[in-house]
């Protein structure tokens, strides 16, 4: 069961706002119940479900019980609605399993209402196979339906050619820069690819993140943002960094070995998402095409006969229901394994229906302390306008966006 994922999804939820939470009562129920999240899961995971059921009501009700300004209750409304939101469907699925059908279904309504629209997880969780042929569990799923992931990124709109004469062209930094150097060195990066051919190489330097720095998405890592810091602050703290961070780590790596690269930041639909996947674009100039790596999930994907495919060939294949395959070893920090249908079919269908990527690929491209010169150029399907952000240029023209180096 996919539940304590979306503990991990409110994790997420916190941390991304952390820096903006101003209320020192909603920030101190955050803290605690986030130390109550072990208990949890432990709960769960030895069936304890009436203690498990007793403790998510305690937390429930205390966020009810939360004082808020009616500035704090505006600022924070969505991200409070995404909280109630998961943890009446973690309820729903506790009820379900002591066989609670009717509050099991109460609890599922009060999640979709608040928001909860994951239509694939509700339809497979196993922990609702008892409320599965009840009239209003049938009725709940199919008004989910018309949010299934997958659907929407096949709904979105075409992408078109347009006038490239005025846009920049995307550069990667010279092995030769000092600071990639650096990173060769300090990493003994040449010991880690070894000798053999250049996708080897890719290879093995997404095993050496994946398997070096753990991944923890509620973390924005007090550090500067380049892989030497981030790899040096998990192995201090001992805490994972997010998917971003790692894929700058990686990136830096790439660079450092001659090899082209982008972090891409891969974007949802909806604007109140607030949860997003940046992975990587790595360049093969033996295949002479983009590869789709992603050193959070150790992930690459190839087509029915074995040929490494891009970002945009996978986006192109879950819109058009071609084959995909995800390699077997694909797993969340050598502990969770993942799959097709859960990792591209839902959870990147969701985030592949945007992109924004910097224009320079280089070393320490972000910074936690300072402000930075990178530009930032976003892909969208035509129709689609994208929230306010950091992006300076807008394309919609996907052979701009993903040029060969």
């Known amino acids: 069961m996919k539940k304590y994922l979306l503990f991990l999804i409110l994790s997420l939820f916190t941390s991304l706002t952390k820096a ?17 999240q072990l208990s949890l899961q432990a709960l769960h995971e030895g069936k304890k479900y009436a203690e498990e059921e007793r403790l998510l009501l305690t ?18 409304k969505n991200l409070i609605r995404g909280v ?15 066989n609670k059908k009717k509050e099991a279904i109460a609890a599922l309504e009060k999640a979709v209402a608040f928001g909860y629209d994951d239509y694939r997880n509700v339809k497979t969780d196993k922990d609702l196979v008892n409320i599965r042929k009840e009239k209003k569990f ?8 018309a949010f299934d992931k997958l659907a929407l990124l096949q709904q979105s709109g075409a992408y078109q050619k347009e006038q490239r004469d005025t846009l920049p062209h995307f550069t990667y930094q010279s092995a030769t820069d000092p600071s990639l150097v650096q990173v060769k060195n300090y990493f003994k990066l040449d010991s880690v ?25 509620g973390n924005y890592a007090l550090c500067e943002f380049d892989a030497i810091d981030i790899y040096n602050y998990h192995k201090a ?9 790692l894929a700058i780590t990686l990136n830096e790596m790439y660079l450092a070995m001659g090899i082209p690269s982008r972090y891409v930041t891969c974007m949802p639909k909806n604007p109140e998402d607030s949860d997003c996947h940046v992975i990587n674009s790595v360049y093969s100039s033996q295949l002479q095409k983009w590869i789709w790596i992603d050193p959070t999930n150790n992930a690459y994907v190839k087509d029915e006969k074995g040929n490494l495919l891009s970002i945009a060939e996978v986006r192109d294949r879950l819109i058009h229901n071609k084959p995909l395959v995800l390699n077997e070893d ?25 992109f924004s990527c910097p224009l320079q690929s280089q070393f320490n ?7 930075t010169a990178t530009t930032f150029v976003a892909l969208l399907p035509t129709g689609f306008v994208k929230p306010n952000g950091k992006e300076e240029y807008i394309s919609h023209d996907p052979d701009y966006f993903w040029e060969k180096p």
């Open 84 to 98: 109630k939101a998961s943890m009446n469907y973690n309820l729903a699925c506790v009820y379900a399993l002591q």
């Open 59 to 76: 937390y429930i009700k205390k966020l009810e019980e939360v004082s808020l300004s009616e500035k704090e209750q505006k600022d924070y």
């Open 365 to 371: 491209p972000e910074s936690r302390f300072r402000k």
């Open 138 to 145: 049938v009725a709940l799923l199919q008004k989910l339906k």
């Open 20 to 36: 903006q939470i101003q209320s020192v009562v909603l920030q101190n129920y955050f803290n605690d119940f986030q130390k109550a």
């Open 330 to 354: 694909a797993n969340w920090n050598n502990k969770e394994k993942q799959t097709k249908e859960e990792y591209l079919e839902n959870y990147m269908a969701k985030n592949l229906y945007w």
């Open 193 to 217: 690819v070894g000798t053999g051919d250049e996708l080897s190489k890719i290879f093995k330097l997404l095993h050496f993140v994946h398997d070096n720095i753990a991944h923890d998405g």
């Open 237 to 245: 703290t001992k805490k994972g960094v997010n998917c971003r961070h």
